[in-house]
């Protein structure tokens, strides 16, 4: 099916940066949208960032501003750059996506296992 491999999660002080990135491989017709949603223990998982393919992108207010997300389309690829980090960034980052596959006529959603970031004060 479709397999999103995630990387570029870890531990930073607060006022850093880091750099998340995400491919989607498998017998991918179109990727649609891609991007990041964020779990914190005890809540649920909420929208960081998403990028359609033409380019449409949505942001969690939390994040406006310090958060960026970019996509490579030839490569599946999605990527968030976050700078500022406060505190309250820190959460599992999952990767998702909303892909047609070679074989379907429909979109269907899909989620990578997730990356952890962690901001120390």
């Known amino acids: 099916q479709v397999h999103l491999v995630e990387s570029g999660g870890g531990l930073v002080q607060a006022g850093g940066s880091l750099r998340l990135s995400c491919t989607a491989s498998?017998?991918?017709?179109?990727?649609?949208?891609m991007g990041w949603y964020r779990q914190a223990p005890g809540n649920q998982r909420d929208l960081v960032a998403t990028e359609t393919s033409g380019g449409v992108t949505k942001y969690a207010d939390s994040v406006k501003g310090r958060f960026a997300i970019s996509r490579d389309n030839a490569e599946n690829t999605v990527y968030l750059q976050m700078n500022s980090l406060k505190p309250e960034d820190t959460a599992v980052y999952y990767c998702?996506?909303?892909?047609?596959?070679?074989?379907?006529?429909?979109?269907?959603?899909?989620w990578g296992q997730g990356t952890q970031v962690t901001v120390s004060s």
């Open positions: 998702y996506a909303y892909v047609r596959l070679g074989s379907s006529s429909y979109y269907s959603n899909y």
């Open positions: 498998g017998s991918i017709f179109s990727a649609n949208t």
